[in-house]
């Protein structure tokens, strides 16, 4: 898939190998190796993170997302892509094909 195209409900995701990551009570850090940036991911974006650990459907993301929290298909779909797409741009995941 084209990084270039950003992700889309249909992408398939997971973390990326220049990363390294560390569960902190419910919250996620990340390092990204080439830059040496550190990264904080709040309850949700952990619940994220920890699913993409192997590739999956943003769509399965997005339903998980939609089983553990009270929130719209919308405005979950919405928040979740702007993450993904955040976590692209900062080299964080790629993308699969499906």
Avoid: H
């Avoid at 553990?68 to 094909?97: F, M, P, Q």
């Amino acid at each position: 898939m084209d990084p270039a195209a950003g992700v889309t409900p249909q992408s398939i995701v997971c973390a990326g190998p220049q990363q390294v990551s560390r569960d902190l009570a419910g919250e996620a850090v990340l390092l990204q190796l080439k830059t040496g940036v550190y990264y904080g991911l709040d309850e949700i974006g952990a619940f994220v993170w920890t699913r993409m650990q192997k590739p999956i459907a943003v769509s399965e993301l997005r339903d998980a997302m939609m089983a553990e929290y009270d929130v719209t298909a919308e405005r979950c779909e919405t928040d979740l892509l702007a993450l993904l797409n955040r976590l692209l741009s900062e080299g964080l995941i790629e993308l699969k094909n499906a």
